[in-house]
């Protein structure tokens, strides 16, 4: 006679392995943006600060190409989180963590959540309350599930906020039309524009 116990025991032995979770996104908003003098003058500072921090480290490299604008840019594991050069651009430092065991905010072992447990303290030394941390992984005390911004804010602070401006500024800075008399009434009116 089969024990009733038996048969179910015996197919939990060959259970397979529950499938591994999906990577995770996580990091660190800015928020408020930097808009001040004070704020760029802190923001230059930080820069100084993750320079010093990672001048021998090969992973973290500077690019003054990097998306159009430059930056400090770190490969690790096929993700590439960056700090823009420009203060007023910086929304998000974040990457996809491809560990299962990965814990928000702890240091890893040179891996993405050690990059970004290590810049999110430096910002939190210059920045404050202003760093949100983040993670699609829980919704805790002190933590958000996604970000303070989507990623539409994020790409359009990077690529069109201040390319915006210097436009406007371009065209406040004009030189207005300069008309310039003939001598004689029978020549027609010029209009010259600088170039």
Same mark, same amino acid.
């Given at each position: 006679?089969?024990?009733?116990?038996?048969?179910?025991?015996?197919?939990?032995?060959?259970?397979?392995?529950?499938?591994?979770?999906?990577?995770?996104?996580?990091?660190?908003?800015?928020?408020?943006?930097?808009?001040?003098?004070?704020?760029?003058?802190?923001?230059?500072?930080?820069?100084?600060?993750?320079?010093?921090?990672?001048?021998?480290?090969?992973?973290?490299?500077?690019?003054?190409?990097?998306?159009?604008?430059?930056?400090?840019?770190?490969?690790?594991?096929?993700?590439?989180?960056?700090?823009?050069?420009?203060?007023?651009?910086?929304?998000?430092?974040?990457?996809?963590? +491809?560990?299962?065991?990965?814990?928000?905010?702890?240091?890893?072992?040179?891996?993405?959540?050690?990059?970004?447990?290590?810049?999110?303290?430096?910002?939190?030394?210059?920045?404050?309350?202003?760093?949100?941390?983040?993670?699609?992984?829980?919704?805790?005390?002190?933590?958000?599930?996604?970000?303070?911004?989507?990623?539409?804010?994020?790409? +359009?602070?990077?690529? +069109?906020?201040?390319?915006?401006?210097?436009?406007?500024?371009? +065209?406040?800075?004009?030189?207005?039309?300069?008309?310039?008399?003939?001598?004689?009434?029978?020549?027609?009116?010029?209009?010259?524009?600088?170039?």
């Amino acid at each position: 006679m089969k024990s009733p116990l038996l048969t179910p025991l015996r197919s939990l032995s060959h259970t397979p392995a529950p499938p591994t979770p999906a990577d995770i996104e996580e990091g660190f908003d800015l928020s408020p943006p930097l808009t001040t003098p004070n704020d760029l003058e802190r923001y230059s500072a930080f820069l100084h600060h993750l320079r010093k921090e990672y001048k021998d480290d090969p992973g973290v490299r500077e690019d003054p190409d990097y998306e159009g604008i430059g930056g400090i840019v770190f490969d690790v594991r096929g993700e590439h989180p960056w700090i823009p050069y420009d203060g007023r651009r910086f929304r998000r430092f974040s990457a996809t963590l +491809h560990s299962p065991t990965s814990t928000p905010g702890v240091r890893g072992a040179g891996g993405a959540d050690d990059y970004l447990a290590r810049v999110e303290g430096i910002a939190r030394h210059y920045f404050g309350h202003r760093v949100h941390s983040w993670s699609e992984a829980c919704e805790t005390a002190g933590w958000r599930k996604h970000g303070v911004y989507n990623w539409m804010e994020v790409r +359009h602070a990077v690529l +069109h906020v201040f390319k915006e401006d210097e436009e406007r500024s371009k +065209h406040d800075n004009k030189a207005p039309e300069m008309a310039v008399d003939a001598p004689k009434a029978a020549q027609p009116r010029v209009v010259v524009r600088p170039a």
